[in-house]
């Protein structure tokens, strides 16, 4: 037998509980981390064809793809939850993600009318109501305005909606996948505003889009003029067709609804326009039967990524254990990981950029004896607000919300890996 030395950093305990594994007949811990080779593996010792054989020239790939072996890492929709895919949401796949920012082509989709295909050459921005002079831009005349870059997180009100009165969906995908997180590029809308000049009594904006919903939402004026983006760039090349190219609003740490896509017109106002989507929809009911309005926020939450439902642990020994945390108030300040359903916690080593409303990463780095765990994280902002369980949640709450549900997730991991979607009592 070949005699490998084990990498230094490796614990004894990892090595002792790695070779029990072996012993109990686990795949794959025969690794370099068991430190044991039984043959020799052809796949060192034999000359593979993508070695033997030329590989594709620059001439074959002007727009860049994943790697084929990666097919499975795609936003996923849920059939039945909407009556046509028009008007529907797919998922990000938030386990197949590290670091802190969403690949475009992954970011979860929520259209009210399908994806509108805008030419920019004829799209407008009209900005009227009260303000000095009403106005009208080209894209081609926010591109001439002075514009800034940011990271946000874009998070729907509806994320976990379906979790309100129990455990559903078996994926951090599905329970928690209408969040994603890029860089935008885009003019602050004060500086339209300035442009148009508001009016004394301007105290309300109304966002309108151009696909075909025309979906609407009011905001508050100062919103608008602290920190709200139109942005024409996403990761550094222009917005997808699906997140609203060729301008959407950005909102920074305000739910999803209000980031209006397509955006082709802003009316200034002195109060609320009670559009469908702040007074039926986007609404809490409460227990006692009075309707919550204007939530705009979206509080601090957490979710553990990897163990979950579409990611089994495969390995004893050795793990991380990862996940994200983001707030609409702030920046997140820690993060902590139950193993055993809330009752000890250890605090998260956060890692990469901590930037103010965007999605922050955090692992643990653990050893998994094959025992039975319940995964669970809470995040923490910069108000020193902490995410709730779900039963505090319901306290102040009720059952009947759909919208806001930022509780704490709980993962039972099973002895062969697998685990679900459980609610502690
Ligand atoms: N014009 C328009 N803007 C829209 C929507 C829409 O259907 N039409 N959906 C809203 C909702 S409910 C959400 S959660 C976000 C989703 O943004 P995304 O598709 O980039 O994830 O866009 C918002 N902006
Ligand atoms: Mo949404």
Redesign the pocket.
């Known amino acids: 037998m070949q005699k490998h030395r084990p990498p230094g950093n490796l614990s004894r305990r990892a090595l002792l509980s790695a070779a029990a594994a072996a012993g109990a007949g686990l795949a794959g811990v025969r690794s370099g981390l068991a430190g044991e080779a039984a043959k020799p593996d052809p796949l060192i010792t034999e000359v593979q064809d993508w070695q033997r054989y030329l590989g594709d020239g620059v001439d074959k790939r002007p727009y860049g793809s994943p790697s084929k072996f990666e097919k499975h890492v795609i936003r996923r929709d849920v059939s039945w939850l909407t009556a046509s895919a028009e008007s529907s949401v797919n998922f990000t796949p938030l386990h197949e993600l590290d670091g802190i920012i969403t690949p475009s082509g992954l ?7 399908g994806v509108a295909e805008i030419d920019p050459a004829k799209h407008r921005l009209m900005i009227n109501g009260l303000v000095d002079k009403p106005l009208v831009f080209t894209m081609d005349d926010i591109k001439r305005m002075p514009r800034t870059s940011r990271i946000h997180f ?1 998070e ?1 009100a509806a994320n976990s909606g379906m979790e309100w009165r129990g455990a559903q969906l078996n994926g951090c995908q599905f329970t928690h996948g ?1 969040v ?1 997180n890029v860089m935008y590029t885009g003019v602050p809308l004060k500086v339209l505003l300035e442009e148009a000049g508001l009016r004394p009594n301007a105290m309300w904006l109304m966002l309108e ?3 075909a ?1 025309g ?1 609407n939402r009011s905001l508050p004026l100062e919103k608008g003029l602290n920190d709200v983006l139109l942005a024409f760039a996403m990761n550094g090349e222009a917005l997808r067709p ?3 190219y060729p301008l959407r609003a950005v909102i920074p740490g305000w739910e ?2 209000l ?4 955006l082709r017109r802003i009316e200034v106002g002195d109060q609320p326009w009670q559009t469908r989507e702040e007074t039926s929809k986007y609404t809490d009911l409460l227990a006692d039967g009075r309707s919550r309005k204007h939530t705009f926020v979206m509080d601090a939450k957490s979710v553990v990524t990897n163990p979950s439902p579409q990611a089994p642990l495969k390995y004893r020994g050795r793990n991380v254990l990862s996940g994200f945390a983001w707030s609409g108030r702030g920046t997140v300040t820690r993060v902590d990981v139950s193993l055993d359903g809330g009752r000890n916690w250890r605090t998260a080593r956060i890692d990469g950029p901590v930037l103010d409303k965007s999605m922050t990463r955090f692992y643990l780095d653990f050893d998994w004896g094959g025992e039975e765990l319940m995964v669970q994280s809470r995040a923490m902002d910069s108000t020193g607000y902490v995410q709730p369980a779900k039963s505090e949640l319901r306290k102040v709450r009720g059952v009947n919300s759909i919208y806001h549900n930022n509780g704490i997730q709980t993962w039972l991991v099973r002895g062969n890996g697998e685990s679900e979607n459980v609610e502690l009592g």
Do not use: T, Y
């Open positions: 970011c979860f989709e929520r259209h009210h009318g874009l729907c209408m994603h889009g151009g696909d919903s979906m699906e997140q609203g999803g609804n980031w209006v896509k397509w």
